[in-house]
């Protein structure tokens, strides 16, 4: 069978994974902080002299779009917007020690007395590990990530540190997206603490995502998969033919 198909079948996979990125994006439209995935499609050619007249193509997601959102207000003490390019660190899912980063910002304490954002990933402090926060202890966060939590059973008391919210920069670092759609360091590392980082308390970022463009890239997508289907069986009907004049012979 001609390679023809094989060529075109490479791209209808990589349109295909285009699909799946872009309705992503389009479902987490309104998940505050989240950035939309960056998608590729790069030629994968076997240079061996011979013409390179059809050339296999590998599409993945290759990154994130880090640019800001809007933020919008909440009135919600715990909600924090970081300003700037600035990163919240997370203890990685499962607890194994590593750290991704996220702008989600909205954050709650747990049953356990951890503090975590919407998706429950643990807040980690500048010491490295998870901010927990006494029960029953009214919680307040300052300008530059500090966690303040006032004694229930001492009025007028000030409210005194428990932690301060590991924020760091990704600026001249490589920050990747995951398969786990969490940004991260490759090969494991960490994010220094970034010291001059800050929060707007009482407000989110929103996410990046622009509706009606993911929309118009959902129809371009769609479009790219029935145009390399139509090749592939264009390619049959060409192969078909020349079946069928070599059984004249």
């Known amino acids: 069978m001609d390679r023809m198909i094989y060529t ?14 872009v309705a992503n994006n389009l479902a987490n439209a309104s998940t505050p902080g989240f950035r939309q995935e960056v998608f590729a499609v790069k030629p994968s050619v076997l240079r061996d002299g011979s013409l390179e007249a059809r050339a296999p193509a590998r599409g ?15 009135g919600n003490p715990l909600d924090i917007a970081v300003q ?21 910002g909205d954050l709650r304490i747990s049953a356990t007395g951890l503090l ?8 980690l402090g500048i010491g490295g590990g998870p901010i927990t926060v006494p029960q029953g202890f ?13 004694d229930p059973d001492a009025p007028g008391a000030q409210p005194q540190q428990v932690g301060r919210i590991k924020l760091v920069s990704p600026e001249g670092s490589t920050v990747i997206k995951g398969t786990d759609t969490f940004l991260k360091v490759p090969g494991g590392g960490v994010l220094p603490a970034d010291p001059t980082a800050l929060v707007t308390t009482g407000s989110l970022e929103q996410s ?39 059984s004249l012979r």
């Not at 700037?84 to 989600?104: H, K, M």
């Not at 009214?138 to 500090?146: A, H, L, M, Y």
């Open 84 to 104: 700037g390019d600035g990163l919240i660190a997370f203890q990685t899912p499962g607890g194994n020690g590593g750290e991704v980063y996220s702008r989600r």
């Open 208 to 246: 990046n995502v622009e509706t009606a463009e993911t929309l118009v890239a959902m129809i371009e997508a769609q479009r790219s998969f029935e145009q390399r289907f139509k090749v592939m069986s264009t390619a049959t009907e060409i192969d078909e033919a020349g079946a069928r004049l070599m």
């Open 138 to 150: 009214p919680v307040s966060i300052s300008g530059d990530g500090t966690v303040l939590a006032a």
């Open 60 to 74: 993945n997601v290759r990154g994130a779009d880090l640019a800001p959102a809007r933020v919008a207000p909440t």
């Open 8 to 21: 075109a079948l490479t791209g209808a996979n990589a349109a295909m994974n285009r699909q799946r990125m």
């Open 116 to 123: 975590e954002n919407g998706e429950g990933l643990a807040v």
